[in-house]
């Protein structure tokens, strides 16, 4: 069995012994740079030093998304309070998300995928993409209340920590306001804003026009999901986050290591950033439907994985 095959079923790795420096090098740029917006007075300056923490962000929940499957840094102890911190930015739980998201891995698209309640409770006007950050709280509270009991037994102190850790950063962002909120909004709250409205788009990408089928139906993940491309290098700025469907292929490949795989795939046929917003603004939001095009069930499975190694 081949290492893709034998972890695309669970999403979940136990990584190998390899350099993280390039994970090293993101986290650095993302400190720098927040940093740099700090004491930057000069506007001319300071738009791009946003719009660059913005998609610094975006990167910073792709590196959630990769500590949950432990490939970001190889210490576990150290991916998991990477995954944590990252989880916080966006107001969620990592251990809670973890869960959740190991059990989207198996069955995208299915009746069984907890991704199901999202986006069956989704607007269908196109006007969805402006609320894309007051989504971010909704898309939080939704993780964390879903993947909560998902949690297996043995992990759920660290849950509770990393909850003790979500509160001590929401009381730091309310003590920044207080005392520096310039410095909060333009660090944080307004990239924030920036980073939903584009990672709007890259979510909605993931799986779009993929029919739901039953929770027993079991398809070639290579043919229910999307790569995006994006344009100039943007791609090593957000941990190749937009290449979903690579990623679905081999959970277990560091993010650095995807742009070249995607490149000796002679099945991939990734899709541009704007060609995507197009067909999106054409079709309309990703909803929850069969391929006759009615209401597809949304379940979500309840019980804690406690036989998965961790
Ligand atoms: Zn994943
Ligand atoms: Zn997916």
Redesign the pocket.
């Known amino acids: 069995m081949t290492r893709s095959a034998t972890h695309s079923t669970t999403g979940r790795v136990q990584p190998r012994s390899y350099s993280d420096w390039p994970s090293a090098l993101f986290l650095s740029s993302v400190l720098i740079n927040t940093i740099l917006i700090s004491i930057c007075t000069n506007p001319w300056f300071l738009a791009p030093l946003m719009l660059l923490q913005g998609l610094l962000l975006t990167g910073c929940q792709e590196a959630k998304h990769l500590c949950a499957h432990g490939t970001f840094i190889g210490n576990r102890n150290v991916s998991d309070a990477i995954g944590t911190a990252c989880a916080a930015l966006v107001g969620q739980n990592f251990f809670a998300f973890r869960y959740f998201?190991l059990a989207?891995?198996p069955v995208?698209?299915t009746e069984a995928?907890p991704?199901g309640p999202l986006y069956a409770r989704s607007w269908r006007t196109r006007w969805i993409w402006l609320l894309a950050p007051l989504e971010v709280p909704w898309v939080a509270w939704h993780l964390t209340r879903t993947g909560w009991s998902m949690v297996p037994r043995a992990k759920r102190a660290r849950r509770n920590a990393a909850f003790v850790w979500w509160v001590v950063f929401a009381l730091s962002i309310a003590v920044g306001l207080r005392h520096a909120p310039r410095t909060v909004a333009v660090a944080y709250l307004i990239p924030l804003a920036l980073s939903a409205w584009f990672d709007f788009i890259l979510t909605q990408a993931?799986?779009y026009g993929v029919a739901i089928a039953p929770a027993s139906c079991r398809r070639p993940q290579g043919s229910?999901?999307n790569d995006i491309a994006l344009p100039f290098g943007l791609g090593w700025v957000l941990l190749h986050r937009s290449l979903?469907r690579t990623?679905?292929c081999e959970p277990a490949l560091r993010w650095f290591e995807v742009a070249r795989r995607i490149e000796t795939d002679p099945t991939a046929a990734p899709i541009g950033y704007i060609a995507f917003v197009r067909r999106w603004l054409t079709d309309g939001p990703r909803l929850w439907l069969t391929d006759r095009g009615s209401r597809a069930n949304a379940n979500v499975p309840i019980r804690a994985q406690s036989g998965r190694r961790t």
């Open positions: 998201h989207h891995h995208p698209c995928d991704e993931e799986h229910i999901a979903h990623h679905h």
